[in-house]
Structure formats: structure tokens, C-alpha cells
């Protein structure tokens, strides 16, 4: 026992000593250190618990290197089985653990090769855990790369842990990670008539928070089923602001390769409910946007969709698509609602343009019908302005960074 607890103690000496906080710092920064790299805020909590993790590949502890281009980093689920915590299994969002699964596919359970430990998919038959699976735990890390969009599916993912853990008396421990689209708070807020697992909560498109004050906020405002509250500790990123820069290290899902998709994401994520790729199937997704419906001479910029790592079978296969070319547009600091309200006034069969998937991104009818009805951009905005206002001032309870 005595030279387990020494072993233990070097090894936390060696991780502490090693991490660091992410590759986005710039030099003369104080840099940014995300949860998981404070371990010593966080690793006498699960000392002699029965631990499970909601993880996939964005869940690591950074290592210190010379150069953010050679930024290393180690699993979180090894660092702490090395460390000695009990951990009992590994709980997969959407993508999967490894995170190489299509946007939307079914992931399947299963047991990681490394470790030997048990992978339970929370985006397979049950969304939401059964309560037989936490029943041998005292504590649930979660510790996923969020991107700051309501449709990230994420987030849903976090509800139905809370729930279930609350249920249980299962703490849930949250080792927060910052929001690369944490810099402005945009679109319409969702009518909870249309509920789903691209949305599940009443904030708007682009909300503004982290994963740690998104699941206060989750739990003040009672929007677990029947009111119940879990018990949620926090391990908050050091040294980080909501307007601060963070280009995230690692890909958080397969089509967002880069900062240019991550911050595009919100404002083409919408073009998934229509008949327009965003360039799945291409090298550059979340990046173009382009259909076989809009005519070639009103757009220059061209790609054909294959199948693809993360985009097994894409919209508009094998087809030429014609549309735009993002890559060099400034960085957004509001949603881009010109892109789709071009698109569908190009559109030459605007009756195909819009699919039943457009109201569970968007949260509501009133946009499809503002586009269809010729609205501007400008005005579309000015519909969200009540709402949003009314959100902010909820979000300001809940925020644990300027």
C-alpha cells in the first residue's frame, strides 16, 4: 500500500510537472490550462471511488512542449488508470470513443483495445444511460470538446448523464475546456415544441458557454426531467475569457478539420436541413457549401462529394456542386445568414430546398418561413433581439469566466 501511495505520488509529480494548457496561448500570453491538466485540483476526488468517463478523442492532459506545433498530449482515461484511479468504464458520445464515427451513426458498444475497459455508447439504442450501468459508480467525469453550437450534440449527451447521475446520487465532475465559438451569443432560441437531440434546451444557436456553465445552467434552471438537480463539481479552465482565442488541438468530430470549420460551423450547420452540401465527402468540410441545384454561372467554386472518412455516404454524392468557397472569409463573430438566404433564392425548385431536419437546427418554424417570405438577414435578426436579451441575463448566472 505505502509504495502504491509513492508510485502514485510520482507519477501525478511527473503529469503536473509535464501538462500544460493549449497550443492557442501566443507568446507573452498567460497561457490557458484546461481542466484535465489540474490534476492536482481534481485527483483527490476520485481517490477510492468507482469512476466512469464520458470521453472520446479531445479527452487528453496536454503535455509542455517547445512549440505549439508539436503540442503532446496523453488520454485522460490512461493518465488516471496509470495514476491508480479505479476507473470502471468508458461512457462514448457521438463519433464514438475514438471519435472516427459519421455524424449520425449509430455507435455501437464495445471494449477499448488498450485499456480492456468497457465502452458503453451513449449514441447507439440508449441515449441516455441506463441507470444499471452507473449503479457500481461514485463519480462520472466528463470531459468532451465542446464547440459552442446548440445542435453539437454534446451537450445532449451531458443532460442525459446529469439525469441519470442525479437520479442515482452519482456525482458528475466536469473538467471544463473553453468555447472556441465562446466570443459572441447569436440565433433564435429554441421553442421547446421542437425538442430533440440537436436541441434540447430553450438557448440559441450559438449560447456563448462552456461545457461547465452550460451544466449549471442545466441544473439551476431545472431542465432535468421532474426538476431534479445532480451534484456537479467543476474544474475550471485557468486563465481563460470568453473572448479569448482557442484553436482547438485536436479535431472535435471528423468534419471539423480546423479553426476556419469550427468557427463556420454554426452559421453552414444550417444548410443540413436543405438539399446543400457543406463539403462532406471533400477535404475541406464545414469550409464550402454548394448544390447541383444552384447554376454554375452564378457560382465560380465547384467540388463533387465521395465517400470519405466521416462521410460514408454524402449528400449529393458523386455530384457536381456549385457555391462558394469560405476558406478565406474573415473570422464570424455573428451567425452568416446571407450564405442561406442566397442559396434558396438561387435555388431554381425552391419547394426541394428544405427538409423536415431544418426545424430541429434551427429550433423553430419562424426562420424557414422568414427565408421563404424574402426576409433580410438584418430583419431575420432583429426577430431574435427580445429573446436573446432574455437569455443573457439567465447565462449571466451561470458564467464562470468574463
Not at 441506463?130 to 445542435?151: E, N, T
Not at 475546456?177 to 466570443?183: E, K, V
Not at 445552467?217 to 485557468?238: D, S
Not at 478539420?257 to 450547420?269: I, R
Request: glycine share 6%; proline share 5%.
Amino acid at each position: 500500500m505505502k509504495f502504491k501511495f509513492i508510485k502514485n505520488t510520482v507519477l501525478l509529480f511527473v503529469v503536473v510537472f509535464l501538462s500544460c494548457g493549449n497550443r492557442s496561448a501566443k507568446q507573452n500570453e498567460v497561457e490557458i490550462v484546461v481542466g484535465a491538466n489540474q490534476l492536482e485540483l481534481y485527483l483527490p476526488m476520485l481517490q477510492g471511488k468507482n469512476v466512469g468517463i464520458v470521453a472520446n478523442q479531445t479527452s487528453v492532459i496536454f503535455k509542455k512542449t517547445t512549440t505549439s506545433a508539436t503540442k503532446q498530449h496523453t488520454h485522460l482515461v490512461d493518465s488516471l488508470l496509470n495514476l491508480g484511479i479505479a476507473v470502471k468504464k468508458v461512457f462514448a458520445p457521438e463519433h464514438g470513443y475514438r471519435g472516427i464515427a459519421d455524424a449520425g451513426e449509430y455507435v455501437k458498444d464495445g471494449v477499448d483495445i488498450k485499456t480492456g475497459l468497457p465502452i458503453v455508447s451513449l449514441y447507439g439504442a440508449n441515449r441516455k444511460p441506463d441507470p444499471k450501468i452507473l449503479s457500481d459508480l461514485d463519480v462520472v467525469v466528463f470531459d468532451v470538446q465542446d464547440v459552442g453550437a446548440r445542435f453539437y450534440t454534446f451537450t445532449s449527451t451531458l443532460h442525459y448523464m446529469m439525469e441519470t447521475c442525479a437520479n442515482l446520487g452519482v456525482t458528475v465532475l466536469i473538467l471544463d475546456r473553453p468555447n472556441p465559438n465562446g466570443h459572441y451569443i447569436d440565433g433564435p432560441v429554441l421553442n421547446l415544441q421542437h425538442k430533440s437531440f440537436v436541441g434540447m434546451h430553450p438557448v440559441p444557436v450559438v449560447h456563448g458557454m462552456t461545457v461547465g456553465e452550460y451544466a449549471k445552467m442545466i441544473n439551476g434552471e431545472k431542465w432535468l426531467k421532474n426538476g431534479v438537480q445532480c451534484t456537479l463539481k467543476i474544474v475550471p479552465v485557468a486563465n481563460y475569457h470568453h473572448k479569448k482565442t482557442y484553436d482547438l488541438p485536436i479535431k472535435p468530430s471528423p468534419n471539423l478539420s480546423n479553426a476556419k470549420a469550427v468557427n463556420l460551423y454554426p452559421s453552414l450547420c444550417f444548410f443540413e436541413g436543405t438539399n446543400v452540401s457543406v463539403g462532406r465527402g471533400t477535404e475541406i468540410q464545414f469550409q464550402i457549401f454548394g448544390s447541383p441545384f444552384l447554376d454554375e454561372k452564378q457560382f465560380d467554386f465547384s467540388f463533387v462529394p465521395k465517400p470519405h472518412f466521416g462521410a460514408k455516404n454524402p449528400k449529393n454524392k458523386n455530384l457536381v456542386c456549385h457555391g462558394k468557397d469560405l476558406r478565406n472569409t474573415d473570422v464570424l463573430k455573428q451567425l452568416n445568414l446571407e450564405w442561406l438566404i442566397e442559396a434558396y433564392q438561387k435555388t431554381a425548385n425552391k419547394t426541394t430546398f428544405f427538409n423536415s431536419f431544418f426545424t430541429k437546427l434551427a429550433g423553430q418554424t419562424e426562420l424557414q418561413k422568414q427565408i421563404e417570405d424574402g426576409w433580410t438577414a438584418s430583419k431575420i435578426r432583429s426577430s431574435w433581439y427580445k429573446d436573446l436579451e432574455k437569455f443573457k441575463k439567465i447565462r449571466a448566472n451561470y458564467l464562470l469566466y468574463p
